[in-house]
């Protein structure tokens, strides 16, 4: 069997597929021409999967059982591999892979295997053989890129200077055989330029110089590792440098997804004219908003990467522990990582000496900087998915951005973790046969080829906002977020809450009765945020009925529903609290529960109640006293079913998300810790609610 392996449209290998042998011509960038075959050996097999996230260990095997099965039955529904790979038919075409991140996706034709497909955050690597290439996008790729891919001339080494005479390291990529100015593509990353190289080769290929650059303090480059806090001045020095070379037109463009994101946002912060364009992905945000001080709580899952970011260049391997719990539960924090590390981290140790929103926070808040500033006004192409960890960073962005001219925004929000578009299930729970696309990086393209180049791509006239609807499996359309054919849609606590099991509480579409419902919330025996700490993803969907039944819970419950309904937006619990200590944490959660009973978090959000009024300044409570409280949730667009009900829980707890409150003055940080009795008053006069977003044509 021979296949063709494209990445971004780009002719990177081609593979002879025996039984128990795969042979190879490799692309080489420089010259821009394939390598003589040879075998496929370890080295290749790794420098491959790292670009094309494709396993080829084993692939030729995994190929030829597949074959047998669709031999035997070439309509087969689902069918698992001996490797233990799932898979199941979604047309005449696609088989595609569950349970797994990164699948590879069969191609068939009239029951042939003839090509795979595995999607990235920002790329997709195509397997296909010859003759089969009209079944795939290679031939909007080649419409978009009719000439043959640069080679790459060697890398350059550039050191440069930020306005205090710091240095930063920076590799510049030029093509080969062209010898006019060239847009920019600029990469800024804590996480090692070098490593991140070859995803950006494509991008050269295609006719652009590629900047990487490690950001302060980070790899090889000079000054204080500090996250967020010197991003819009050493993002703009850089643009600056890199539109005053010869090499460059004056036009930068900036990619990159988490920190990549949050850099790109920070340098549109100072407004620099040569910056033309950004690429989003999964962005993150201001402190108090996203990470690492969410809702005014200190946030316990950021904890994995800050391990990992501790020493001045990235160490996955310190994500990974066995320890979690103990770790998580040492105070004072300030002794957490040498605890766990057996060394002290400076960032860290900062972060904890600023409890309010004050001037350490507000220089990286590119958010708050911009909006002081008149706004962001460069085109941006805005990536992120419902169950993304940094996804309150993206909801920022698409406030920042909702005012933007037509065409000079574009929003693609999927059912994906902050990891993107790499998954149909999540967790064990379905996202739906068409959770994951293929044309991210087409999109990505034409974006820049549109506003870096001048070309007419056709991108500025697609829609303005593509969305996932989780239930329906289905993509849609807007021309803004929310979507204009939503409206508010309330539903307010209602009826009795026994504390003891879940699902007492009823929602009501107006309000009732005056009542309150109390819970106890103490600290040693915190509710779980349930995620895998080593994974890194702090905001996927669970199972949380069993949490559910713990006394401190508050749950509320719509009847089982008589028709769908599909909520698209974001969210807002509007609460009325009283509690019997000076300070507590809410942490609130948007649940379906399915005809037998299972509870599944959509969206949640948390908020330390002291910064009811604002991160700026802490207001305690009064005993007794009944407080107005509002909580912004991460984004959803989900369709309940007949017979399925939807959920609002109330607690006060989320290890793994936050560092439990204490409910004392000294909030998540003391050594001492007391109860609280915490009250949701609900009805006339406090109509507690939450605010969502129906669909009024779903």
Known sequence: MQMNLYISGILYARLDLYESLVYIELLDPYTGLLKPSEPLTDQITAQLYTLSRISFQGLAERLRNAQTILDANPAVSEFTLPDGAIYQRKDEHHYIQRQIKFPLDLLTDNGRIIGARTPNRDSTSLLISEGYESLTLLPQWNALYPNTPYALAPVQTCRIPMRDGTKLAANLWLPQGITEPLPCVLVRTPYGRQDSAPAYYRFVQRGYAVVIQDVRGRNDSEGEWIPDHFETEDGSDTIDWIAAQNWCSGSVGMIGGSYLGYVQWAAAASENPHLKALISEVTAGSAFVDMPRHGGTFSSGTLAWAFAVSQK?????????????????????????????????????????????????????????????????????????????????????LDLTSDYPSGTRKVILGPWMHSGNANYDLHGIPMGQNAIRYDLDLQFFRWFEYWLKGRETGITETAPVEYFTIGEDKWKTAGNWPPENSEEYSLYPGGSQANTSNGNGILLESPGQYGSDSFLYDPKNPATHIIDMSENEIEVPEDYTEQELRPDYLCYTTPPLEQPLTITGDAYAELYLSSDAPDTDLMVRLTKVTPDGRSIKLADGMLDVKFRNGFDREIFLEPGKVEKVLIRTTKISACFAPGERLRLTITSSAVNFAFPNSNTKDGYNSTVTRTANNTIHHGTPYPSRIILRKEINA
């Open 313 to 397: 260049k990235m160490n996955d391997s310190l994500m990974v522990r066995d320890d979690w719990d103990q770790i998580l539960a040492h105070r004072p924090l300030e002794e957490i990582c040498e605890k766990a590390l057996g060394y002290p981290v400076p960032f860290w140790t900062e972060w904890l000496s600023h409890p309010c929103d004050d001037a350490f926070w507000q220089r990286g808040d590119w958010y708050d900087r911009s909006v002081k500033r008149g706004g962001i006004h460069v085109p941006a192409l805005i990536m992120s998915g419902w169950f993304d960890d940094n996804g309150m960073g993206t909801t920022q962005a």
